[in-house]
Structure formats: structure tokens, C-alpha cells
């Protein structure tokens, strides 16, 4: 089969060709580093089949940089490059093209952005420029599908054209072909860009990215919640309620179907949290309570990530984030870490240096809460306002400056300067903010769903064998005076493994007080990610290193527990 | 006057003279185009040696300040 590589700088719009030539879904933002691992998908082409490897953006071939190196492999194994280029950029964009025509490989250029090209008055002389790369040239507006079919019908056009030139020569070809095929018209600078340059300047920037926190945090409370109770709550209770009585009537309570798919009754009625039911608690936790948040937490998070927010906010930050021994653009993970550990770890490739990016995985996965563990935590501290949640975030946040510290001292080594591309701000386009919303949306409900199923399941099963109760029976010398939670609790962290969200729902019928459901809450975030997100930390960092940060969650999780169940 | 990135105030346009860094480094520098005979305009810098954003042509590039450093520019005046 042939093989076709998407190849560009960053952040210049090849997975959006990617995802118009294969209908693949994949995650596009204004950002570099956005695409870390190579993607493939298959696009016809007449009669044939064809892979498309969207591959990571790079500005240059060679050895410097991981994702360069990652380019430079891939490129040897393509049959065909398309040369994903960005036409407001165009000299560093055809450094790269010069570099990938000496390779040999036959390309073609998608000259991307077109439509920002124009806007910036910036006009290019299409003929002239395939004359004097000697390859085909096709101008297109990704996002739209403009220019697309054109690219693919011109595929078979892709030449091996090269521009013979000595290295010391490089940018002056390059300045020459810029200059015989560009011409800029002047023009004034737009409301975007004034604000662009607000949000860098640390006078503005500093105040305005504590405004956009404050609105992007009241947003999602207001959308997560407003959905709560205006559709999904009286979903269940109008709707799935009746059914569900029904089916109990039929199967009598206390039968072993009832126990599974409906679970217990609270003082003879179904309670949505507590009865522990398949059918019950297995559908509304991660429905009726998680769901919700995750729509009102990617919604925002993906106009921030389309107007191109992130890296900017990773500057204004980063004067910091060195003193704790961090990369300013550490923010990123940490924020998508915000929505799901995994895409967190994953987006930590985005750092340079392996320690790095262990640093930031190991703090997320220790500190950051994902959205569905979040949504069941604020449905249970939420009733006790500030009082229940403060201390919760205060001390994740004091943990998280702690341990960075810890890291920076215990693990000493050079933190790389920041040096990075700022895109500009561009005005989302809706059907694309809408399609990566529904794409994590959907990703949520397939993967997350039977993992939720299948802890209240466990559950259930293990109250059955007994395993909770001994369990519990064993650990009470350690749950009791070191955290002062009852033994049962042993059920949440056992479950906790498996899914947050169902770990933190079991502690709703234990009847905790305040401090015992913060000290719970806080544990169950630090002792360990969930499995599914282990397992992508396993892969990425290995079984050594993650075996001390296992051991390292354990006793912090314990030491920062008993802590706050002696000073709360 | 030759003054590094770091140096230069913010709205302040000058062109690059010379990079005085370790090759790989400023070989990532230079395919950015911030390199010898290239315009740039400082856009931003931030306080207690925070990196600085400077643009040039179309591209806006955020360096530390040990990187700006290392990057000399003429400047008028
Ligand atoms: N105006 C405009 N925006 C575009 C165009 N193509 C892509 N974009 C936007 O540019 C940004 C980057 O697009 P991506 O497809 O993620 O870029 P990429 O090359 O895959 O980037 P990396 O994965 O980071 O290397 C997104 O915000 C896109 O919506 C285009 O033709 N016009
Ligand atoms: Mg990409």
C-alpha cells in the first residue's frame, strides 16, 4: 500500500488535511505540539488504498529535537510527501519544503492558511512559486475543504524536484524565492492582534488570565450544572425512574439481579448514588453527573485551545514554573490533564527532555483531579461551599508547589529555556470547536462508561465475597488513626483503581462528616491515577521509574492525609 | 548600538547582527528566522528574567532570557 506522509512545521494545519482526507477524527488546536504520536488513517485514491500518516510538525530535519528526529525516520519510510505549508509564514515554512525536496522524495505542497494569507494582505504567485520549486502547488483553506480535491487530484503530480544550493546559501535562495513570488500589502493591525499583544504583556496579560480563568471556571460550573438539573437530572427522575421501579417490583429486592442491576434500596426507594445498581448508579454517575462536566469542560478548553490562548498563557507563567524546576508550557498538560489524566501524560511530549516530561506526568497524575473524579467530588463537598471545597484545592495546589520543589531538589537538572512559536489568535471556527467537543464527548461514553459499569459491578461482586469487608477489617489500624476514616472506606480506594468517579460516589453512603470526606477526597486523587491512565504511564516512562513514582504517590497520599486529618 | 534581545524595550524594532550560542541552539533559532540580517520587533518581555516574545515577519517567538541573551541586535540610537 502506498504510503503518503502529511509533513509541515507545527501547528500549520496538517491534521486538519489529515482528518479531510481519511474522515478520521483527530484533536486540532491552535497550538504547536498539538499532534504527538504519529496517526494513520487510509484515504482512497482512485481504485487504490492508501495510508496517511499524519506525522508530528517539525521546522527542520535532523537530530536536535525528539520530533525532528520522529520526522526525519518517517520520512525515509513515505512514498509521497504532501508538504503541509503555512502561507502567512512563508520563508520558515519553505525552509523546511527546500529540505524535503534534497531528500528525494517526491512532494507536494498544500499551501495552507490561504484564507488568513489574504487577510494579512499577504498575496502569493502560485505559477511562479511551482516554477521554482519544481513541484506542484496546490493553495488550500483546510478547515473549509477548500483546495482539497484539487490536492488529491493532482497527488500523481508529486515530483522529486530539487533546488541544488550550499548550505551557506540556504536563506538567501530562500529570501530569493520569497521575494519573486510574495508580495504584502500594509495594512492595519486587527482587534485580535491588539489583543494578542495585551495577553503577552505582563502588565495586561497578568490580569487578563486571571479574568479568562475566572470565566472559564464560571462557565463551567454554570453550563455542568444548568445541564445537571435542567436535562439530565429530570431525565432520570421522570423518565428512567418509572422503568426502573418497574423492574424492581418484577425482580423483588434482595434477589441476586435486583442486588446488580438495580442494587439496594435507601430507606425503600432507589437512590441514583447509593444503591449501587448497574442500572442505577452504573448509568447516573457517569451520565446524569460526570457527563455534564465533561461537555461544559471541553467546550471551554476547546475555545481556548482554537483561539490560541494556551502557549501564551505558558509564557506569562513561566517565570514561575523555572523556579519550580518546570517549562512554562508544562501548563498544557496540566490543564488538559484537568479533562482526563491521559491526554495530559500523552501531551507532555510537547516537553523536551524525558525528565521533564516525567516531572510533569508524575505531578499531574499525583495533583490534578480528572473532570469526572472533579464532578462527583463537587456533588458531594459542593452542599458545603468554601468550606468544603477550599481546602480540598488549597491543599492539591500547596502539594503540587511542594512536590515540584521536591523534584527539583531530589532530581536535579537543567530545565530547557522556553522557546517556542506563538501562534496567532484566530476566531474559532464553530463546526470544528463543535466536532473536537463531540469527539472527546464521545470518547468519554465509549471508553469511560464500561469502565463504570464494571466498577459498580466489582463492587457489588466484591461485597458479595466478602473481600471489602476483610479488606476493611484489615486496614482500620491505618484508615482510622492515620486518616480517621471508617474501615468500609476501604471500598472507595479499592474501587479507585478502577475509576475515580465510582470511588468517589462510594463514600456518599457512609455517612461522613466534612473533614472525612476532604481527607477521602484528597487520598483518592493522590494515591494513585486510575488504571487506564497508569497504563499510558507505564508505556511512556516504563516499569522502573514507575514503580518508585507508585511507591512515592503511596506515602504521600498517606502523609498528606493523616496531616490534614490531625490540622482540619 | 548593539544590544542583546533581553536588553532591547518592548516595541523596539532592530535587526539581528549576530547569535552567539551553541550550534544546534541557534540552528532552531535561525529556522524560526530569527537569524543574521532579519528585522525583529520586541513584542514583550517578562519580569525577573521571564522569557521575551519578539516578532518577526508573520511568526511571534517566545525565547528565555538566557536564549535572549545570546541573541545581538543594531538598534537605532
Ligand atoms: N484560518 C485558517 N486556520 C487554519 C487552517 N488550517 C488550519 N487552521 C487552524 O490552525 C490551527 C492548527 O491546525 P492543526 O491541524 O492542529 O495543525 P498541525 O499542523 O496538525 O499542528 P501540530 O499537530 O501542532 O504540528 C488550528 O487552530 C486550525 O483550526 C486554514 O487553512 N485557515
Ligand atoms: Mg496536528
Known sequence: ??????????????????????????????????????????????????????????????????AEQVATEMMVEGDVIINVVDATNLERNLNLTLQLLNAG????????????????????DLVKLEKRL?????????????????????LDEATTGSIPFDEEQRWSVLGGIVEEVQTVTRRHHTFLERLADLSLKPET?????????????????????????????????????????????ILQPGTFWHELLIGHLVDGQIHWVESMGLLTTGLYVPLAMVLPYIFAFYLVLGLIEDIGYLPRLGVLV??????????????????????????????????????????AAILMSICVPCMAQLAVIVALLGPYGVRGLAPLFVTLAVLWVVLSLGFKYLLPGETPEMFTEIPPYRTPYLPAVAQKLWMRVRQFIREAVPFVL?????????????????????????????LGLPPEAVGALLIGFLRKDVAVGMLAPLGLGVKQLIVACVVLTVYFPCAATFAVLLREFGLRRMAKAALLMT?????????????? | MIVSLAEMAPGQTGIVVSLEGGHGMMRRIAAMGIRRGAAVTKTSSQPFRG??????????????????RRVMVEVPG
Open chain 1, 134 to 154: 519544481g513541484v506542484p502547488v496546490v493553495p488550500t483553506i483546510a478547515p473549509s475543504g477548500e483546495g482539497i480535491s484539487q490536492l488529491v487530484a493532482r
Open chain 1, 555 to 568: 506515602v504521600v497520599a498517606l502523609g498528606v492525609g493523616g496531616l490534614l486529618n490531625l490540622i482540619l
Open chain 1, 205 to 249: 496579560g497578568v490580569p487578563l488570565a486571571i479574568v479568562a480563568g475566572l470565566v472559564a471556571f464560571a462557565l463551567i460550573r454554570v453550563i455542568g450544572e444548568g445541564l445537571i438539573s435542567l436535562v439530565f437530572n429530570p431525565l432520570f427522575d421522570k423518565l428512567w425512574l418509572p422503568v426502573i421501579s418497574g423492574l424492581s417490583a
Open chain 1, 454 to 482: 464494571l466498577g459498580v459491578g466489582l463492587v457489588n461482586i466484591l461485597y458479595v465475597l466478602n473481600v471489602i469487608q476483610v479488606l476493611g477489617r484489615w486496614l482500620e489500624p491505618v484508615l482510622t488513626s492515620v
Open chain 1, 318 to 359: 513561566d517565570t514561575i514554573m523555572h523556579r519550580l524546576g518546570m517549562h512554562g508550557l508544562s501548563v498544557i498538560p496540566m490543564l488538559l490533564g484537568l479533562g482526563c489524566n491521559i491526554p495530559g501524560v500523552l501531551a507532555t511530549r510537547i516537553l523536551e527532555t524525558r525528565r521533564q516530561r516525567f516531572r
Open chain 1, 1 to 66: 500500500m502506498k504510503r503518503i506522509l502529511l509533513m509541515g512545521n507545527p501547528n500549520v494545519g496538517k491534521s486538519v488535511v489529515f482528518s479531510r482526507l481519511t474522515g478520521v477524527d483527530v484533536i486540532v488546536s491552535n497550538y504547536p505540539g498539538t499532534t504527538v504520536e504519529l496517526t494513520k488513517g487510509r484515504m482512497k485514491l482512485g481504485d487504490e488504498v492508501a495510508q496517511l500518516i499524519d506525522v508530528p510538525g517539525t521546522y527542520t530535519l535532523g537530530p536536535t529535537t525528539p
Open chain 2, 51 to 68: 522569557p521575551v516574545s519578539v516578532q518577526v515577519g508573520n511568526t511571534e517567538v517566545a525565547l528565555g532570557f538566557g536564549l535572549a
Open chain 1, 105 to 124: 522524495k517526491p512532494v507536494i505542497v498544500a499551501l495552507n492558511m490561504w484564507d488568513s494569507a489574504q487577510h494579512k494582505g499577504i498575496q502569493i
